[in-house]
């Protein structure tokens, strides 16, 4: 059977993006997790998405969101008591943006956090059969600092091991995330870090921001990273508009990423870079050289340009003719 569709899981939560003149702000949907699998169904790539959100107005336009874009949403939970989580998103003048908090819970957690294992279980004939046909699953860490969905997120790749499903991994860390759950509040910096990196040694690919390599693994070199994972995992490591660093199918190099003077808000763009990349690595198979590989970093890079165009994370993202339309621009 083959396998070509993708499976996300973890949180899907409102960006509360403040305007540019701070009077106000725009609610738009987000979440790492639930972003990829938007990105990737643009992208003509199956995906699915595993999450928990509130029964509330927001988990609701999440739910029309996903099918008007046909993201698989069979395994999405509702949460009769918790709210969707609301972030607060304040940006510089460069369009970068920065998690100042969250909106008040409704309870003492927010929906995303209390993922649940028993429901899983209860569909795991289901979710067997899609995983017979799942090439990647996708998370990142911030589902670890709650310890419900700490213990869901472990079984999830437990059956994806079984499955020959491979794990990509974002790291994508947040400490706010940390510092707001009731599990993890009380854990020091280091505890947390420690965390992760032993949740980084399921994956067969990780994604990191540079600042990330550095605080997490004291170094920016990607094969480096490499060789401290168990599984040995290909590493690639996004600086903005700078150089991806990358050390993929034991090559390492770096690809120069698309300019623009047009950018309004970079929110969801290493979601779009990653979408990119998992496509790229599903319809054109695993890159065995170099030049493959480079090709691959440049059409995720665009992704993650062209999602900067405009506000939000979801909306702005490029379908496969738009990517591929900018990448004839950059050739003519």
Known sequence: MEK?????????????????SNQG?????????????????????????????????????FIKQFKELEVNSDFLQLDNDASTRIVNVDRDQFGDRFFSGFEAKSNSYFADEALSKNLIENQLPNLEKL???????????????????????FFLIELANKYEVKVIIDLNWREVFWDYSDFSSEISNTARVNLIKNFLNHAHVLKLAKEEATLFFKN???????????????????????????????????????DSQKIVDTTGAGDAFLAGLISKLISSGYPLNELAIQDCVNFASVCGLLTCLGEGAIEQQPDYEKVKKFLGSLIS
């Open 131 to 153: 995983f017979l046909e799942t090439k990647y699953l996708v998370t990142g860490t911030n589902i670890i600092s709650s310890k419900v969905s700490a213990e869901t997120i």
């Open 220 to 258: 920016e070199n990607s094969m480096l990273i490499s060789q401290q994972m168990s599984e040995r995992p290909d590493v690639i490591i996004t600086d903005g508009k700078n150089p991806v660093e990358w050390f993929i199918n034991g090559f390492q190099g770096t690809t120069e990423t698309p």
């Open 4 to 20: 070509n569709k993708v499976v996300c899981i973890g949180e899907a939560l409102i960006d509360r993006i403040r305007n540019k």
């Open 25 to 61: 702000y725009t609610d738009f949907l987000g979440g790492a997790p639930a972003n990829v699998s938007c990105a990737l169904k643009k992208l003509e790539i199956d995906s699915t998405f595993i999450g928990r959100l509130g029964k509330d107005d927001y988990g609701k336009k």
